[in-house]
């Protein structure tokens, strides 16, 4: 395609030359281009349009190229001697019945590009951006990836842009909307044409399904399932490492990684030596004796814990400019603490020992029988600890008029016995982020949360100690070395 002059200019000889000079392409829509004619200084300087007030010095001393637009309705001339007027104000004669609208630019001016841009204001040209413009799969994509709540916010943001553009709206209409820059939207659109629907997620700050191959995100994948890594920075070395890609933007990678299906994820502490036969005869027993249950029984879960004198950090939200802290305590001491619950109530028996051993079940299971003194039956599970075991305990269950039948649970089952959530919520209320500046003020805390709050705030703590029991398997994990 053959443009013509670009200047008007008084030398005749100049405007012949410049004439004849200069083959590219037009784009589609709009492109700029840096091949053709170089038009030295002298041709444009003192050449701009005076109500446009562009700066003439701004083209002194300057290389400049040709910003080739989209072509337009309407063909207008101005009569002049051998050429046409000013850039922004006329049309080029070329060898296709479509003619251009030129402009001048500045490549190594991002600012005067600009402030051009938006002097000459494109938009208001009919047709620079034609509503319409795309078909009826590609807007439906674009209108669901605006409207899908699980992709990336600025990729949706784009969509939108793209589809507020195909409605109608200029550039600086849709940038008004989006509360952006028109240059940012031109630059969606132009992206979206030469490279469709897969250019608008590529994003420079990284992050982009676009900047690995579908062959490295594989590999990448590959390697996040076998080596387990702790960090975004590792993920992040590693790619740069193999693929040569660096990624700047910790929440790009972030971002890229729950596109390929990899989330963080902290593993599931499991026993050993898991029975699946033992687990499933005991689950099966439970409920038989829930489904017989008198209305003079009850049932009861025991345990031991033993919570120590000390500061838990966890994890918390909080204004981006505090550095948060918590005070550490003096001691290391611990308490010993042998209680049970009953799961139909929220009722509890805890008391307080030297030590867990064969006298402090003694003690608490006598505990249970008092604080049931009219029930008939009371049905007691705890786990294969050797002190539940002890001859002196088996003992006092055979002294005539005992009420208790012990139930133990499969060895190395701790998720069997509801209990342990109880001492996992204790943690929660109590020891997370707290510090008590006593042990004995550290023991006052975790008693009356476990024999007066626990009762007492049930219906609220009911759903997260329960007797929802499952049958755990090594097969369904993948084991960490």
Not at 399 to 415: D, E, K
Not at 423 to 446: G, S, V
Request: charged share 25%; proline share 4%; with cysteine.
């Amino acid at each position: 395609m053959r443009l013509c002059h670009l200047i008007e200019d008084t030398d005749p000889a100049a405007v012949v030359s410049r004439t004849a000079d200069g083959q590219f392409d037009a784009a589609d829509r709009i492109a700029y281009v840096d091949k053709g004619p170089r038009l030295p200084t002298g041709s444009v300087h003192g050449q701009w349009i005076t109500d446009r007030r562009l700066n003439q010095k701004a083209v002194e001393n300057r290389t400049v190229v040709a910003a080739v637009v989209e072509p337009v309705d309407e063909f207008r001339r101005e009569p002049r001697f051998f050429g046409l007027g000013a850039p922004d104000d006329a049309l080029m004669k070329i060898s296709d019945s479509n003619p251009v609208v030129l402009v001048i630019i500045y490549p190594d001016s991002l600012g005067m590009r600009k402030a051009l841009a938006k002097r000459v204001e494109l938009d208001s040209f009919e047709g620079m951006i034609r509503p319409g413009f795309l078909l009826g799969d590609e807007r439906s994509a674009l209108i669901a990836l605006a409207r899908d709540g699980s992709v990336t916010h600025r990729l949706a943001r784009r969509a939108n842009a793209l589809v507020l553009l195909d409605d109608g709206l200029s550039c600086e209409q849709v940038a008004r909307v989006l509360l952006l820059d028109d240059d940012t939207i031109r630059r969606w659109h132009g992206a979206f044409a030469e490279g469709g629907r897969k250019a608008l997620m590529r994003f420079e700050a990284g992050g982009s399904a676009c900047v690995l191959s579908e062959a490295q995100r594989g590999k990448l994948v590959g390697w996040v399932r076998a080596a387990s890594p702790r960090s975004t920075g590792q993920i992040g070395a590693w790619i740069a490492s193999e693929f040569g890609v660096e990624y700047e933007s910790r929440s790009g990678l972030v971002a890229l990684l729950h596109r390929l299906g990899l989330e963080y994820r902290k593993p599931e502490v499991i026993p050993r030596h898991l029975d699946e036969t033992k687990q499933r005869a005991f689950i099966k027993l439970y409920e038989k004796l829930m489904n017989a249950l008198g209305a003079d029984e009850a049932v009861l879960f025991v345990d031991a814990v033993h919570p120590t004198h000390g500061a838990r950090a966890a994890g918390c939200w909080a204004a981006k400019d505090e550095h948060l802290a918590i005070e550490q305590t003096t001691g290391r001491q611990r308490l010993n603490i042998h209680g049970a619950i009953d799961l139909e109530t929220g009722r509890t028996k805890m008391i307080e020992a030297e030590a867990i051993d064969a006298a402090s079940t003694i003690k608490l299971l006598a505990g249970i029988e008092a604080l049931y003194s009219t029930t008939a039956l009371i049905h007691v599970f705890l786990d294969n600890a050797r002190y539940h075991h002890a001859k002196i305990v088996r003992k006092w269950l055979s002294q005539p008029g005992r009420r208790i039948a012990l139930h133990f649970v499969p060895s190395y089952c701790p998720h069997l016995n509801p209990i342990e959530r109880l001492w996992a919520l204790m943690h929660q209320h109590l020891t997370h982020n707290k510090t008590y500046p006593t042990c004995r003020e550290f023991a006052d805390a975790i008693l009356n949360f476990l024999r007066d709050e626990v009762p007492r705030k049930w219906g609220e703590f009911c759903d997260s100690v329960t007797d929802n029991f499952r049958v755990v398997l090594p097969a369904n994990f993948r084991i960490l070395a």
